[in-house]
C-alpha cells in the first residue's frame, strides 16, 4: 500500500532562517505530488505540484521554492523565513490520472518567531 | 473572479440527525469534485468524489449531490454521530490536475 511521509512534524524558527522540509511517498511511482499551506482556520491554498523530476509548477509568488530530487521525494525551501511563513504545510500526492483522490501527510506546522 | 465558498464556518447539529454542508462555486468548470475530512493537526482524508455527469453518489451514511447548473454540491452524512465532528472541505479540479478547496466547513455533532 502507499503511504506518504512528512517531516518534521513541527518547526518553530526564527525569521531570516533557512527553511527544508521533506516529504516522500511509499507504494507508488511517478505520483504528481503537491504543497499546500494551510493557515489558521483557512482554507487550502495550493503552493506547489509537480508532474515529474524536476517539473515544479508554483500557483503563487512567494519566498519559498520547491524541488523534485527524486520521482517520490518533494522538498519545499526558502532562505530567508518570514513571519507570514507561518503555518501548517502539508504535503500531498495523487496518481497521475485527473480524478484521482489527494493523499496527504500529517503537516508540518511551522511557526516563525 | 473564480471562488469556492462552504455554506458556514461551523455548524452544529444533534446526533442522528442529517448534517447538509454546501459547497459553491463561480467561475470554474470542474470535471469533478472531491469531499475530504480534516481533523485538528492532521491532513485531510479523502472521503467521496463525484463526476460532472453524476448527479448523486453514496457511501454508507455519506452522500453528495453535484449541481453543475446551479454550481453547487451538497454533502449528506445521515444519523450522525459525534465521530462525525470534523472539519469537512470541498475540492475541484481547476485545470488539469490542480486541486482548488474551499474554506471548510466545521461540524459539531452534539450528543
Do not use: M
Not at chain 2, 449541481?67 to 453547487?72: A, V, Y
Not at chain 2, 481547476?94 to 450528543?111: E, K
Amino acid at each position: 500500500s502507499q503511504t506518504i511521509h512528512q517531516w518534521p512534524a513541527t518547526l518553530v524558527q526564527p525569521v531570516g532562517s533557512p527553511l527544508s522540509l521533506e516529504c516522500t511517498v511509499e507504494g507508488t511511482s511517478n505520483p504528481n505530488l503537491y504543497w499546500y499551506r494551510q493557515a489558521a482556520g483557512r482554507g487550502l491554498q495550493l503552493l506547489f505540484y509537480s508532474v515529474g523530476i524536476g517539473q515544479i509548477s508554483s500557483e503563487v509568488p512567494q519566498n519559498l521554492s520547491a524541488s523534485r530530487p527524486q520521482d517520490r521525494q518533494f522538498i519545499l525551501s526558502s532562505k530567508k523565513l518570514l513571519l507570514s511563513d507561518s503555518g501548517f504545510y502539508l504535503c500531498a500526492w495523487s496518481e497521475y490520472r485527473g480524478n484521482s483522490p489527494l493523499h496527504f501527510g500529517n503537516g508540518t506546522r511551522l511557526t516563525v518567531t | 473572479s473564480q471562488k469556492i465558498e462552504q455554506n458556514s464556518e461551523a455548524l452544529n447539529i444533534q446526533e442522528g440527525k442529517t448534517a447538509t454542508l454546501t459547497c459553491n462555486y463561480t467561475n470554474y468548470s470542474p470535471a469533478y469534485l472531491q469531499w475530504y475530512r480534516q481533523d485538528p493537526g492532521r491532513g485531510p482524508v479523502f472521503l467521496l468524489l463525484i463526476r460532472e455527469n453524476e448527479k448523486e453518489k453514496r457511501k454508507e451514511r455519506l452522500k453528495v449531490t453535484f449541481d453543475t447548473t446551479l454550481k453547487q454540491s451538497l454533502f449528506h452524512i445521515t444519523a450522525s454521530q459525534p465521530a462525525d465532528s470534523a472539519t469537512y472541505l470541498c475540492a475541484l479540479e481547476a485545470h488539469g490536475q490542480n486541486f482548488v478547496f474551499g474554506p471548510g466547513t466545521r461540524l459539531s455533532v452534539l450528543p
